[in-house]
């Protein structure tokens, strides 16, 4: 018996380990730079704040002390005294933003958002004055300056005015220039690690193994879900640029996970290819109640006496529609459940009840996400 079972033994060991394993009908091939990002290797956000000149009299109101202040504070620096208490119906205060792109050099030039924060009506016309951008830590990185451009305006006053778009945000194209490196210096960098945007076990480790198969040496591991690590200390890899790009481009399978995600405020459902239902009942019934008021006139007769009156008569009236069933069977897909809910009837605002009720019957195999 044991000379039946060994040779048995072998043939299964022998076979490769995909074929051991069940089909994975949710995996589709993607690339390694789409799914995940090196890490510190990102974009900077930039704020500045500043005045727009030039408005035909659509900016702030005298009554906008921060822009005087700023007016009079700019002119004071070029030996001009002015009065706080001055117009400045063609200046408005804006924040500027940006975002600093990674590896971005002195010179550099980056796309500008000028956005009022006073009450000005509109920017259109305007040109923004030197502005000098700061990273979170303080430090000035870009300078904007430059025309706006706005894609809507407001003319018109009070409530005949009329207004197309935003007319109070505007943007100038190439509008900052990069004043300091923040570049990152690849080739000090004895480890570089991979960040998944979703994290996944198992996602992790095919792009560990993914990597390892590729360059044909162990140099990847998986640290967690999220971050897979590359040693590149090697100086045989080559470059790390071109060893990133490379790696970049790698295709590995991933499994997309069974979630549900619904939008209350706007009645949105997306369900998920992978989603599963255990056997399952559904009863839906609507009932509508609807109250509608009547105003009807009282008057009396032309010689008696009395006044005209106004008298409301409500009419009150309940409907109810019997309960509609559904069932689903074990295993049941998404599409049989939304085949089930439209053969019924039911709206998105339905759809949402009843999906948040099957989820707390423990019925559905998925993650339920409200947003």
């Not at 003319?155 to 220039?177: E, L």
């Not at 009236?317 to 689903?328: C, F, N, Y």
Request: charged content about 15%; hydrophobic content about 45%.
């Amino acid at each position: 018996m044991r000379r039946l079972l060994i040779p048995c033994i072998l043939a299964l060991l022998a076979r490769p380990v995909a074929a051991l394993e069940p089909a994975a009908t949710s995996a589709r091939q993607v690339r390694i730079r789409d799914i995940a990002t090196i890490e510190g290797i990102r974009d900077n956000p930039l704020i500045g704040y500043g005045l727009v000149v030039g408005l035909n009299g659509t900016g702030d109101r005298q009554q906008t002390l921060f822009t005087t202040q700023m007016l009079s504070n700019i002119l004071q620096k070029m030996g001009t005294q002015v009065s706080a208490s001055m117009r400045v119906n063609n200046v408005a205060a804006v924040f500027v933003t940006a975002s600093l792109p990674p590896f971005a050099r002195p010179g550099t030039t980056l796309d500008v958002t000028v956005s009022s924060i006073g009450d000005a009506k509109s920017l259109e016309g305007g040109t923004l004055l030197l502005a000098p951008m700061h990273a979170a830590s303080g430090e000035i990185y870009a300078t904007a300056q430059g025309p706006l451009s706005v894609g809507g305006y407001s003319a018109g006053p009070g409530g005949n005015s009329k207004q197309v778009n935003h007319p109070t945000v505007g943007r100038i194209p190439n509008g900052a220039i990069v004043e300091k490196d923040n570049s990152i210096q690849l080739a000090v960098l004895p480890r570089i690690s991979l960040l998944l945007r979703e994290p996944d076990f198992t996602t992790a480790e095919r792009i560990a193994s993914a990597v390892n198969r590729d360059l044909g040496r162990s140099v990847a591991h998986a640290v967690d879900s999220r971050r897979i690590e590359l040693i590149t200390a090697d100086s045989t890899l080559g470059p790390i640029p071109a060893l990133l790009g490379r790696v970049e481009g790698l295709v590995v399978a991933i499994e997309s996970p069974a979630k549900v995600v619904v939008n209350e405020r706007t009645g949105t459902i997306v369900l998920g290819q992978q989603v599963r239902l255990g056997a399952v009942s559904i009863l839906h019934g609507n009932l509508t109640i609807e109250i509608a008021t009547r105003f009807d006139v009282s008057q009396p007769n032309a010689r008696g006496q009395g006044d005209t009156t106004v008298v409301p008569q409500q009419n009150v009236q309940a409907s109810e529609t019997p309960a509609r069933r559904i069932e689903l069977k074990e295993g049941a897909t998404v599409e049989q459940l939304v085949n089930g809910l439209q053969a019924i009837g039911a709206t998105s605002r339905d759809v949402i009840s009843i999906l948040q009720a099957i989820k707390a019957s423990g019925a559905m195999q998925a993650e339920l996400e409200i947003l």
